[in-house]
C-alpha cells in the first residue's frame, strides 16, 4: 500500500440513375422544326449516415434484487452509445448481471453485495453473479464493490469475452497511457484468519482468535477476518480491473483487487489490474490461492500482501510502466511482527520487469522486491528483471520475528555486482541477503543477462534454467518444466482476455486498455 474507433462508417445508398424517358418528337410543320424534350433528371438524395459502433439497448432488464436496475440513460463516446444502468447501493438478494449487447452497469458509490454475516457466520448469503462479456464502470471517484463477509461473487468470463470492471472516463474514451485512479475497484471480504486487528486480537496459547480489521479508507463498517480458513467468497475468473485505487481516506487507497481475509474456497485465475494508483493487488490476509495474475502499470507495488496471508500463487505477470510504480512485490506484516499467524507466500512461475527506477519506490536503494518482518518467503522458477535496481531488499530486526526467504531456480537482471544486488536494513546486511537468496545448485542466479522477447516471453538464457518440482509443495501448483510465467512463444494464456497498452502488448486478440470491446 501507499504510504504518501469507433468508426461511423458512411453508408451508400446505391445512386439512383436517372433513365431518359420516352423521347417527344414535334410532328413536322412549317419551318421543319423539330423539339426534343428531356425530363429533368431527380436529384441523387443524400445519404443519411449509418453507424457501425455500439448502439445503445432499449432498456435495462430486470434483475432478482427488490432493487432493480436504474435506468441512468445513455452515453455516447467516439465508439458509439450505450445505456447505462445503475445498480442499488445494496444487493439483497442473488442476482445476475445479463451480458446485453450496448449495455453498461454502472457503481453510483459504492455496491454492497449482501450484508456483512458476521465474524463466526456461516452462512451463504448473497452471490452477485455477472455474465461473461459485462462491463460495469465506476460512475465516481468513490464507486467500489465490497462484497461483504457471508456473501459471494460469481464472475466468470471467457477467454474471449473477459468481464471488464472499469471507469466512467475510459468509458468516455478520455484516458490515455498514464490514468489511473478514477474509482476505486473490488473488494472481497472474507472469514479467514488474518493478524493487526482493529478489534479482538489473534489467537495466543490456546486463546480463539477474535481478530477483525476495517477496510482501508471505507467510511462505513467493511470488516473482513474470522477463523475459517477455507472461506469461500466466490470466483473471479477472466477478469479485467482498470484504472483503480482511488483515494478513500488519509493513506488509505483501494487497489484493483483487494483481498482480506478470503480463503482457500475462493475461486481466482485469469485476472488482470491496469493501472491501479495503488497496489496491482493486496492481500490483507486469509489463505490465498491464485493462478493467471498479471498486473500491469500500477503506481505502487504489483503485489502486496500482509497481516499474516498464507498464500500460493502460480504464473504471475508483474509488469510496470517505466519510470512508474514503487516495488513489484512488498510482503510483510509490518509493524506487528510478532502477531501470529506468519506471513507464508509460496510463487512459482513469475516474471516480473520493472524497467527504470521511479520516484515512488520507497525500499532505500530501489529494490525490485521488498520482504520485511514477520513474512516466510518462498520463490520458485521465477525471472526477476529490474536493470536500474537492485533484486531484492529484506528489513527485519532479526531473531523469529524476522522475513525469511527461500529461492530456487529463480534468476535475476539487476543493478550492482555481487552482493550488491542486494540490500539489507535493520539487523540485516546485504551480505546476508544474498546468502539467503543464495547461489549454485538450486539454480538461483543474481546476475543472469536477460533474453525475454516480446517484453516478458522467455530467451535462451531463461529457457536453459532448470526448473524446481513445486508440485511436491502443494497440489495447488502445476507442473512446470521452465521458469517464468511464459514459457516461449507458443505459450499464450494471456492472451485475448487482456488489454494492450504501452506498457505490455499481449497480442492482436487483446484490445487496448483505452478502449471497450464493442461485441
Known sequence: ????????????????????????????????????????????????????????????????????????????????????????????????????????????????????????????????????????????????????????????????????????????????????????????????????????????????????????????????????????????????????????????ELQALTLEGVGSGTQLDYIQSYNSSDDGAEFFGGTVNMKHYISVGADDDSLDMDTGVQANLQYLLLIQRSGAGDTLMELDSNGNEAQAPRQVSRMSNVTAIQAATSSNNEANGQAALFFRGNSDISLYNSVIVAPANQCIRMNGSGGANSATLTARSVVMTCAGTGDDRFIGTGAYTAAQVAGFFGSGANGNNAGLTSTLTGGFINGANETAVSAFDVTSLSSFFSAATYIGAVRDASDTWYAGWTCNSGAANFGTTSTACTALPTT
Open 1 to 252: 500500500m501507499k504510504t504518501s474507433h469507433g468508426l461511423f462508417l458512411v453508408g451508400c445508398s446505391a445512386i439512383a440513375l436517372a433513365g431518359c424517358g420516352p423521347t417527344d418528337i414535334a410532328s413536322p410543320g412549317t419551318g421543319g422544326n423539330v423539339t426534343i424534350n428531356q425530363p429533368t433528371p431527380t436529384p441523387t438524395p443524400t445519404p443519411t449516415p449509418t453507424s457501425s459502433g455500439v448502439v445503445a439497448a432499449a432498456g435495462c432488464p430486470t434483475i432478482a434484487n427488490p432493487t432493480g436496475l436504474t435506468d441512468s440513460g445513455t452515453v455516447t463516446s467516439s465508439q458509439g452509445t450505450w445505456r447505462v444502468c445503475t445498480l442499488p447501493a445494496r444487493i439483497t438478494a442473488s442476482s445476475t448481471l445479463p451480458k446485453i449487447a450496448g449495455l453498461l452497469y454502472s457503481m453510483n458509490g459504492r455496491v454492497d453485495v449482501g450484508t456483512d454475516a458476521g465474524f463466526s457466520s456461516t452462512s451463504t448469503g448473497v452471490t452477485l453473479t455477472i455474465e461473461p462479456g459485462v462491463i460495469l464502470f465506476g460512475n465516481t471517484g468513490t464507486s467500489w464493490l465490497a462484497v461483504n463477509r457471508g456473501n459471494k461473487i460469481n464472475a466468470t468470463g471467457t477467454a474471449t469475452a473477459p468481464i471488464i470492471f472499469t471507469s466512467r472516463d475510459n468509458v468516455l474514451g478520455l484516458n490515455g497511457e498514464t490514468s489511473q485512479g478514477q474509482w476505486g475497484g473490488v473488494v472481497l471480504m472474507g472469514r479467514a484468519p488474518i493478524t493487526d486487528c482493529t478489534t479482538g486480537a489473534v489467537a495466543s496459547g490456546g486463546t480463539a482468535s477474535t481478530c477483525e480489521r476495517q477496510t482501508e479508507g471505507a467510511a462505513d463498517p467493511a470488516l473482513f477476518g474470522g477463523t475459517n480458513s477455507a472461506d469461500n467468497s466466490g470466483t473471479m475468473k477472466y477478469v479485467q480491473i482498470r484504472y483503480s485505487g482511488f483515494v478513500l481516506g488519509s493513506n488509505s
